[in-house]
């Protein structure tokens, strides 16, 4: 069982940075990911693998946002940096007990997902 709880969300104007956090609890070493929706389409932002070392991240945010993981912490970030009006979305957390990295698709009947934690970007 994996239980994860996101934090950081706000408004930002476009040029801003906000840090998104995700505290989970699992008895495995798990892999993660951060998934943002908008207009009830999900898709994949950034994904790690269990051991905080292995990244990717989608074309539309690349040099701009960090994935990292704390397995001490037992947190996920995601650092997003220079955010654009487009990066507008609710943003979820997502979890694997699959310890390599997992694929950034939110179809992938693996994931568990947190409630979410809205990203508001003006211009």
């Known amino acids: 069982q994996v239980h994860l709880v996101e934090s950081g969300g706000g408004s930002v104007q476009a040029g801003g940075s906000l840090r998104l956090s995700c505290t989970y609890s699992?008895?495995?070493?798990?892999?993660m990911a951060w998934f943002k929706e908008r207009e009830g389409e999900r898709e994949g932002v950034a994904c790690i693998?269990?051991?905080?070392?292995?990244?990717k991240y989608a074309d539309s945010v690349k040099g701009r946002f960090t994935i990292s993981k704390d397995n001490g912490q037992n947190t996920l970030y995601l650092q997003m940096d220079d955010l654009k009006p487009e990066d507008t979305a609710m943003y979820y957390c997502?979890?694997?007990?699959?310890?390599?990295?997992?694929?950034?698709?939110?179809?992938?009947?693996?994931?568990?997902w947190g409630q979410g934690t809205q990203v508001t970007v003006s211009s």
């Open positions: 997502a979890a694997s007990i699959h310890s390599g990295l997992p694929p950034l698709v939110p179809q992938w009947g693996a994931w568990y």
């Open positions: 699992a008895s495995v070493t798990i892999s």
């Open positions: 693998d269990s051991y905080g070392v292995t990244t």
